[in-house]
């Protein structure tokens, strides 16, 4: 089905794991994100990229690691897990441009122990 | 530095009545846009209405508009004729042009329409 999917949709793991979560898009978007969503703080950006092979930090990069060899797939890893980044995270594409709104996937709800 | 600011932390509004969600703004950008998007207790996030800084009419998407006034930063949300369906958190958002159009979020309104 045409969209962007994420996964898993759920997880749990443990403080000082290396996790890595799957975005993929299927309209060949050129920009993608990831945010991470935490009461009171509405989403922040953690990286984006505006094409394949092309990232960028967001406000909130650190822990994080992005790769983008493919313009469809866009992982976001976590290196070494912490209680802190116990979230939902939100990948996004869109079109080039101001103008395009982000189109996102159903998040992943991520706890670590 | 660019920021959003949502200062209506919940809301209630009667079914059938209409209601602004406030959103100011802070950029030094000229260009720039605004969004507005909605997230229901399901949790996805659903694109609502989009507002260019240079648009001089007020967007306008079925019972949704916006109301922007540019040299007061504002970007208010009205929805009329609120349903129950409506009840769900609303954010915010300016994209800029500058800094690979990266997007920054408010921290949300949570509007709850009563029957």
């Known amino acids: 089905d045409a969209g962007i999917t994420q996964s898993p949709r759920y997880k749990i793991t443990e403080t000082g794991r290396q996790v890595t979560l799957m975005c993929h898009q299927t309209w060949s978007h050129s920009y993608m994100f990831w945010y991470r969503q935490d009461l009171g703080h509405g989403l922040r950006l953690i990286y984006y990229?505006?094409?394949?092979?092309?990232?960028d930090k967001g406000e909130v990069p650190d822990g994080y690691v992005v790769s983008r060899s493919k313009t469809e797939n866009f992982p976001l890893t976590l290196e070494s897990a912490t209680r802190s980044q116990t979230s939902v995270y939100f990948c996004?594409?869109?079109?080039?441009?101001?103008?395009?709104?982000?189109?996102f996937g159903p998040g992943t709800r991520l706890t670590v122990l | 530095a660019q920021k959003i600011t949502q200062t209506q932390p919940g809301m209630f509004v009667q079914e059938k009545e209409a209601v602004t969600l406030d959103c100011t703004y802070d950029?030094?950008?000229?260009?720039?846009?605004l969004f507005w998007y909605k997230q229901p207790s399901s949790g996805e996030m659903i694109f609502l209405i989009y507002?260019?800084?240079?648009?001089?009419q007020n967007a306008t998407e079925g019972r949704y508009s916006l109301n922007f006034q540019k040299a007061r930063k504002s970007a208010n949300l009205v929805i009329s004729a609120s349903q129950l369906g409506d009840s769900a958190m609303y954010f915010c958002?300016?994209?800029?042009?500058?800094?690979?159009?990266?997007?920054?979020f408010g921290a949300g309104t949570r509007l709850f329409v009563k029957a």
């Open positions: 996004a594409s869109s079109l080039y441009g101001r103008d395009n709104e982000q189109f």
């Open positions: 950029t030094s950008d000229q260009s720039y846009g």
């Open positions: 958002a300016m994209r800029r042009t500058t800094g690979g159009f990266k997007t920054i």
């Open positions: 990229s505006a094409a394949a092979d092309i990232t």
């Open positions: 507002q260019g800084s240079y648009d001089e």
